[in-house]
């Protein structure tokens, strides 16, 4: 898997914050980046703990970038960072992507990086990301296409781990498999002038490789996702085990590898 929710259990918090901080406007938004002019103010959707958010800011001084998150423990973060490194002309909100706190045309640009798959009625978040977009303002939405995923050695144990995840996202009227369609959402929520990409991430290193197990592996063990798939009888403690026992085995193969599939997609509020 490419990417998933922050969950709350031991360890697999931390460790996904710093797969997040790893991310930075130059590798994940550089899509967007591009379009990008100093002066400018920006609206990051979903910012985290906002090492994208802070890269935006570099891209359009003395311009000013607004950070928005539903979960105050990642809008502290990203402000410790933006203090951390310096960073003036940003600052972050709590916030969620279906009600933004903005007015009217008061941004230049917008991001939404990572996000989509996670919530419901991705279009209607699109046309409030637009109404705050001036005219002639740019939106870039980037997120994992889970469908296109690459892993080897092959999971064999099914349902897998995806399959789980995807009808889980199903059941709380989410599209797990949203990125392949994010150009087309962007015409329907009345974007214009849309234009779609792609670009991989690959896990192949030892540590790569270990860390991304031990991930997975709470995720599969301990974290709500998976005890919600237990208490609707989805799956039962065996095919947990089981599913574990298989990360296990692939997080100590040296020949493990993953590439994670990214889609991106822009378009202008004309």
Not at 16 to 33: G, M, P, Q
Not at 145 to 165: K, N, R
Not at 213 to 230: I, K, N
Request: proline letters at 6%.
């Amino acid at each position: 898997m490419a990417d998933q929710t922050l969950e709350t259990v031991e360890g697999q918090a931390d460790y996904h914050a710093a797969r997040l901080l790893r991310r930075s406007a130059s590798n994940a938004a550089r899509f967007l980046v591009q379009h990008l002019r100093p002066g400018m103010r920006v609206l990051d959707c979903g910012c985290g703990p906002g090492s994208i958010t802070v890269g935006l800011a570099a891209e359009v001084a003395p311009g000013e970038v607004v950070g928005i998150d539903p979960d105050p423990r990642r809008v502290e973060a990203a402000r410790a960072l933006a203090a951390e490194q310096g960073v003036a002309n940003v600052r972050f909100e709590q916030a969620g992507v279906h009600e933004l706190p903005f007015p009217d045309a008061s941004f230049d640009a917008a991001l939404m990086h990572a996000v989509s798959e996670h919530i419901p009625n991705p279009v209607a978040a699109y046309q409030e990301v637009r109404r705050v977009l001036k005219p002639g303002g740019v939106f870039g939405v980037r997120t994992a296409e889970h469908g296109a995923a690459l892993v080897w050695p092959p999971f064999t144990v099914e349902p897998s781990i995806e399959d789980l995840m995807r009808r889980r996202h199903a059941h709380h009227g989410q599209n797990f498999d949203i990125g392949r369609s994010l150009r087309g959402l962007l015409r329907a929520a009345g974007f214009s002038r849309t234009t779609g990409s792609a670009s991989v991430e690959s896990i192949g290193t030892p540590e790569e490789v270990r860390t991304n197990a031990e991930f997975v592996l709470r995720l599969v063990s301990g974290s709500p996702a998976f005890q919600e798939m237990l208490d609707l009888g989805w799956i039962d403690a065996a095919h947990q085990q089981r599913l574990m026992d298989e990360v296990r085995a692939w997080g100590e193969s040296p020949d493990a590898f993953r590439a994670a599939f990214w889609c991106e997609a822009l378009g202008w509020a004309d």
